[in-house]
């Protein structure tokens, strides 16, 4: 629970809010959340727990549609502080240019992030992905580590925070969760470099917080940080 209500129901009300959406999809293999989310009123596919990762279960949900969809988004559960309008961003990115296969979200760190981020770092966290991206927009690399690294002054930073929420073309889903795990994707921990090691472009979307903080639920201790903010900032949407 967060504040009072469980973190399903905020992003799916987070979900619902943003631009460009046309339904949402709550994909679970566990029927205590499938009952949860059916008494506010969501919609529930059912896949199977065999699904090794949030890209196979969104692509099983996709599957049990009845019409497949042109676009599908991945938006994770514990993603209780994203915005309504960074998700439309991504959404809208994807319906304003069909050549668009593959998208992702990030943010431009300032000075302060960025020093924070390399604190963070440099403490041995493994939470906060970082990307470089071409000048079209398309990334380059993912890591864990903080890149680019800065050996000179550089204004505005070249830095640019992740934000794990992906669309795809429904083709482009189904090749990917039909490729093995890649070498740097193992090494990194990071799923999204399957893609770019088999040359699946990938549009990062740049966006903006307006004021807000970036956070998830990755372990009971980052309910009191996501409660904190939520206190400070306000709710991102009706509950």
């Given amino acids: 629970m967060v504040r009072g209500s469980t973190m399903i129901r905020r992003v799916m009300a987070i979900a619902t809010a943003a631009d460009g959406i046309d339904q949402v999809i709550v994909a679970t293999d566990d029927q205590r959340i499938a009952a949860h989310v059916r008494e506010f009123g969501g919609y529930v596919a059912m896949t199977s727990a065999e699904c090794r990762n949030g890209t196979e279960r969104v692509h099983a949900a996709a599957l049990a549609l009845d019409q497949r969809p042109d676009v599908v988004i991945n938006l994770q559960g514990d993603a209780v502080l ?26 431009r760190m300032d000075r302060l992030t960025y020093d924070r981020f390399s604190r963070a770092k440099a403490a041995g966290a493994v939470g906060g992905t970082t990307v470089v991206t071409r000048r079209d927009g398309y990334a ?100």
Avoid: C
């Fill in 82 to 107: 994203t915005p309504p309008w960074i998700i439309g961003s991504v959404a809208n990115a994807m319906r304003a240019d069909p050549d668009i296969v593959m998208a992702t979200p990030a943010v």
């Fill in 140 to 239: 380059m690399y993912f890591s864990k580590a903080l890149i680019p690294a800065l050996r000179f002054p550089v204004d505005p930073l070249p830095v640019k925070q992740h934000i794990g929420l992906y669309a795809y073309r429904f083709e482009t889903l189904e090749n990917l969760i039909a490729l093995q795990p890649s070498p740097l994707e193992e090494a990194e921990g990071l799923e999204q470099l399957r893609a770019l090691e088999n040359s699946v472009p990938i549009k990062v979307i740049e966006v903006d917080y307006r004021g807000r903080s970036h956070a998830s639920v990755d372990s009971p201790e980052d309910v009191l940080v996501v409660e904190r903010l939520i206190e400070e900032q306000g709710e991102l949407v009706d509950l």
